[in-house]
Each structure stands twice: as C-alpha cells, then as structure tokens.
C-alpha cells in the first residue's frame, strides 16, 4: 500500500460530460502529480502541485484541469470528454518539489462511452 | 517525441536468470534516472534511481547501469524470481525541471518457474 488513495476506481461516463477525480497524497508528501496512462502507451505527465501551489505542466489538455487544496488533497477535472480521454489517470505524490521517488495510487480507470 | 525508449515490449526469463531491462534517452539534459515496477491492477512503485554523477547503483537483486555517451541505462534483475514478473517503466528527469519525470512505455517481463 502506498498510501496514495485514488477515487473513483472506476468512471464510466459518457461524451461531452465532465468529471472530477480525486486524490489524497501520502501523510506528510507536499507533492501531487497526474498522470495519464492510454492504452499500449507510457505515462504521461500531466501537471504538478507542490503544497498548493502549481509547479509544472505537461502535455495537459485545455479542457483539464487540477487544483491542490490547502489539506493536500488534490483534484484533477476533465470536461467535454471525448472517446480518445479513456484512460487510466494515476496520482503520485512525494515529499519534496525535486527529485523525490513518486509514490502512486492505484489509479482511476475511466471510460467514456 | 518520446524521450525516454524501451525498445523491448516484453521479455521473458527462466528464474535464477539474470533479466537486462534496457532504457535509452534523447534529451542530454537528463541527469537522475528511475525504474519503476508495475503490477496488474496497482500503481507503479519505486525501484532503485541512479544519478548521473554515478555510473552503478545497486540495491539487493537490482543493480542499475547509466551509459551516460550512449544515453543509455540498464537494469539488471539477479537472480530473477517469479515474483519479479511486471511491467518495468523507465524515467528521467531534468536538472531544469527535477518535477516533470518522463516515463518510458515500460517493458512487460515474465519470470517463468
């Protein structure tokens, strides 16, 4: 257990609609990151916070967004969902900004009908 | 444009064997390096990091090589166990961007009894 807690486990919504997916980091981790994980591909960075605060931007789609609350938890929201957003999205957190190990949940499985 | 490359989709090893994972990178900037492991249904945990100031690092069964002229990093799995059968992901990141780590498109590895 890594102690990153992802939920839901899974979405099943369908196109044009939007959803919000929830992370809580590790006790004592400053850092979230979002990462995308797409059929047959590699993960794909998203974006980083680090205690609050937005620190780095991936290849992070306009219509999604994230925010990092003042408990840590973090939220990453995706509208106007497309077949093509299907996808596994994993949290990971760490304690510091720079070159911590990432600690992962276990992912949100969602899929857009 | 992928920065980090696992050429091998998928390996398989007798146990007791040695397992060679390869990596290779582009971008020069790179200068701390990771392996990731995953299982089905779970996130990626750490495994072992190397930084660019060294050339080895090892930890138990797992020893990590950087070629840092060829832009190119190893790990080796020794002897190999059937619980060591996974997805192994390789990342980088940068001296400039510590926060933003690339991943690899991983490598499935089998173990066989």
């Known amino acids: 257990d890594s102690g990153v807690t992802q939920t839901p486990k899974h979405l099943i919504t369908a196109t044009g609609q939007r959803v919000t997916l929830r992370c809580s980091p590790r006790?004592?981790?400053?850092?979230v990151y979002w990462y995308q994980q797409s059929l047959d591909q590699g993960l794909q960075f998203l974006i980083h916070?680090?205690?609050?605060?937005?620190?780095a931007k991936g290849n992070i789609l306009e219509r999604f967004s994230a925010q990092q609350f003042p408990d840590l938890h973090s939220e990453l929201n995706l509208s106007s969902l497309e077949l093509g957003d299907s996808a596994l999205y994993f949290c990971?957190?760490?304690?510091?900004?720079?070159?911590?190990?990432?600690?992962f949940g276990n992912g949100t499985r969602l899929t857009v009908t | 444009d992928q920065q980090v490359k696992q050429n091998s989709p998928s390996l398989s090893v007798q146990e007791g064997r040695i397992s060679i994972l390869n990596c290779d990178y582009t971008?020069?900037?790179?200068?701390?390096f990771l392996w990731y492991k995953k299982y089905p249904a779970e996130g990626p945990t750490f495994l072992i990091s190397?930084?660019?100031?060294?050339d080895k690092n090892e930890d138990g069964r797992f020893t990590v090589f950087l070629n840092k002229s060829a832009k190119h990093l190893s790990l080796h799995i020794v002897p190999s166990q059937p619980g060591d059968s996974a997805v192994y992901f390789c990342?980088?990141?940068?001296?400039?961007?510590?926060?933003?780590?690339?991943f690899g498109p991983g490598t499935s590895l089998s173990v066989i009894p």
């Open positions: 990971a957190s760490s304690v510091g900004p720079n070159n911590s190990p990432l600690h």
């Open positions: 006790s004592g981790d400053l850092s």
């Open positions: 916070y680090y205690n609050g605060e937005e620190r």
């Open positions: 971008n020069s900037m790179f200068d701390y």
């Open positions: 190397i930084s660019s100031i060294k």
């Open positions: 990342a980088a990141s940068a001296k400039t961007s510590y926060d933003k780590v690339i």
